[in-house]
């Protein structure tokens, strides 16, 4: 029996196989898996349910802190209420609509390259046509000695 890996290796060539798109589709089905219990048990106000879903070294690796805290308060809500979970749906929406690629693959790696070559010294540029203004010690207003501290303008009140 012969199979496509078995040919490949008669030829003299090697095939190499990228898991980082299966487990990117792992990790994603399973937090939806998580968030669709977390609703489960936010429908039915279970807290201790909510408090295991939530301590899941998964979920708290991976759920964000404001969504975790959002799902707590929830499940503690008074069953008459009309208060719905927006940001674990938001989470859901985001993670439903999450391709299978992994995060690394969509970074181009040229924006990643570091430059290690030293850059030329500044040129100093050369104004044509300006000039400066020397400021001299400031004096006070009646000709005495020469005033310290800001330079702000005086007023006619002391």
Known sequence: MSTADDHIRDQ???QTVDLSRYRAKR???RLLLVVDRLLRAIEQRDVERVWHLLDDSEAYRCIPANVREEALMMAQLPAASLRAPVRLYRYQYLLRRLGDEPLGASVEQSQLALEFTPRPAPVPVQRVGARELPFCDRRSPHGGPPRRGRAR?????R
């Open 12 to 14: 003299g060539g090697t």
């Open 27 to 29: 990790m994603r089905e």
């Open 153 to 157: 303008r005086r007023t006619g009140s």
